[in-house]
């Protein structure tokens, strides 16, 4: 399902603690993977989101529901203040609806990099503007702080793909594929955030990382932590969800 980003790892350069096995398989295959671990035809999830600071903290809960990769809708459902907020995801495109009054704004690709409700996550993070299997090349690394039984993959983006991160840098335990944990550089190669992914559990058949805690390294004291209440894979969802009735209405 969506909050996707949910992350890729290996390596072109793979050492000898990594079983043959795995290092014969095709490093996409492999991150195609890990891409899908919260995919699938059609998802919805229950969500916590705990947006820390040095100032002031706050919880919001959220339900999302998705289609494939070029469908998302997320809807705020606490606190009462921002009850009604949601976010409308169709291909490239994206939509915010502010209930107080009573309007619907698209999003520019300019703004795709902000923040989300105040949150470490921006709005290309949550509605997944782009995927890592489209938009970027990969190869197997390995790491100062490499452990065994973890898989490490670079990625870097393609030529003349308007993302932010000059690279990306991944690991995931090698037997099971679940994601451990993300980092981001920029552009002079300053380590800019981390995600950790953690307290796996099981949801409709499915184990994965039921946690997904954002920490940018250039803010002391911030965090956001994105828990998984509920989740659930391949169901019928209302027709017409993903549009801009359905946005507005709130149904």
Do not use: C
């Not at 795995?22 to 989101?49: G, P, Q």
């Not at 796996?200 to 002391?220: H, L, N, T």
């Amino acid at each position: 399902m969506y909050f996707r980003r949910l992350f890729v790892l290996l390596s072109m350069a793979l050492t000898a603690m990594i079983a043959p096995a795995v290092a014969e398989e095709d490093a996409r295959e492999v991150v195609k993977r890990i891409d899908e671990l919260y995919r699938a035809d059609t998802s919805y999830a229950e969500v916590e989101m705990e947006i820390v600071t040095r100032h002031w903290q706050r919880t919001l809960r959220a339900v999302i529901w998705t289609e494939g990769k070029t469908k998302t809708l997320i809807r705020i459902q606490s606190p009462p203040k921002e009850r009604g907020v949601a976010t409308l995801r169709l291909d490239r495109q994206m939509w915010n609806y502010l209930p107080r009054a009573n309007k619907v704004i698209k999003i520019p690709p300019s703004m795709m990099m902000s923040s989300w409700m105040g949150s470490d996550f921006t709005n290309d993070d949550l509605v997944k503007e782009f995927t890592l299997l489209d938009d970027y090349h990969f190869k197997f690394a390995n790491p100062e702080d490499a452990r065994p039984g973890f898989l490490y993959i670079e990625l870097k983006p393609k030529k003349g793909v308007p993302v932010v991160w000059s690279r990306i840098v991944m690991a995931v335990e090698k037997e099971s594929y679940l994601p451990l944990w993300d980092r981001y550089y920029d552009e002079k190669n300053r380590l800019m955030r981390v995600i950790h992914f953690r307290d796996v559990r099981r949801f409709d058949g499915r184990r994965i990382p039921s946690v997904m805690e954002v920490a940018p390294q250039d803010k002391e004291g911030q965090k956001t932590v994105l828990r998984y209440l509920k989740a659930e894979f391949n169901r019928r969802l209302p027709a017409g969800i993903f549009s801009l009735r359905s946005l507005r209405s709130g149904k």
